[in-house]
């Protein structure tokens, strides 16, 4: 089955030490999301690619990055993890851009800060 | 403008009845209203999904009912099942190239069985 695959699916890091999570799809989709969400809370869009097009959201910190080297793959870099980034970090897809297009999400990484 | 306001909170249903949650919105620009679905542990899937030029679409138990001129859209779950208990987000996004989707705060329902 397509699909959107995220690993690890939990992480445990220490404050400040750097971690990358990864992202695949199988869908073929040109557009993929890192959204976080934290408790009872809605997802909050970090950035997404337009294909190799990066777009960041104005409030997402400069301690987060992305990286997409090809189509299928998608990693999210935190440079130094606060106590704040605690929180599940969710992958989604797309087939392009277009509000009206269905949103595909992984089944999410929890990350946890010690 | 951007926000999407969502109700209530938590909901608590018993099974067998209907459960109804409700979105509003401030941005006209919106023309495509989807809800997601999320169950523990999991991703939100897209459940249904609206653009206003219909008033109500239905797929199975849930319908969406859509009010353009309120700017007020809900979600209505028939014959509440226990499988039904997630998290239902309500969004709200323009129909063109690269524009993300806006969501509610999210609604927690639970389904007595």
């Known amino acids: 089955d397509a699909m959107v695959i995220q690993n690890p699916r939990y992480q445990v890091t220490q404050f400040g030490k750097p971690v990358t999570l990864s992202c695949s799809q199988t869908l073929n989709h040109n557009v993929m999301y890192w959204y976080q969400q934290k408790s009872s809370q809605a997802p909050k869009l970090l950035f997404h690619?337009?294909?190799?097009?990066?777009?960041n959201e104005a409030d997402t910190p400069d301690n987060f990055q992305s990286r997409r080297p090809n189509t299928s793959f998608c990693f999210l870099d935190i440079r130094s993890p606060g106590l704040g980034d605690a929180a599940m970090y969710l992958c989604?897809?797309?087939?392009?851009?277009?509000?009206?297009?269905?949103?595909?999400f992984g089944p999410g990484t929890r990350l946890t800060v010690l | 403008q951007q926000q999407v306001k969502q109700s209530p909170q938590s909901l608590i249903v018993q099974k067998g009845g209907i459960s109804i949650i409700n979105c509003a919105y401030e941005?006209?620009?919106?023309?495509?209203f989807p809800w997601y679905q999320q169950f523990p542990g999991k991703g939100p899937a897209l459940l249904i999904a609206i653009r206003p030029d219909v008033s109500e679409k239905k797929e199975g138990r849930f319908t969406i009912s859509f009010n353009k001129s309120a700017k007020q859209f809900s979600l209505h779950i028939m014959d509440s099942q226990p499988g039904d208990s997630a998290t239902y987000f309500c969004?709200?996004?323009?129909?063109?190239?690269?524009?993300?989707?806006?969501f509610g705060k999210g609604t927690r329902l639970h389904i007595l069985p």
């Open positions: 941005n006209t620009a919106f023309d495509y």
């Open positions: 969004a709200a996004s323009r129909l063109y190239r690269d524009d993300k989707i806006i």
């Open positions: 690619y337009y294909d190799k097009d990066f777009n």
């Open positions: 989604a897809t797309s087939r392009d851009g277009a509000g009206g297009n269905e949103q595909f």
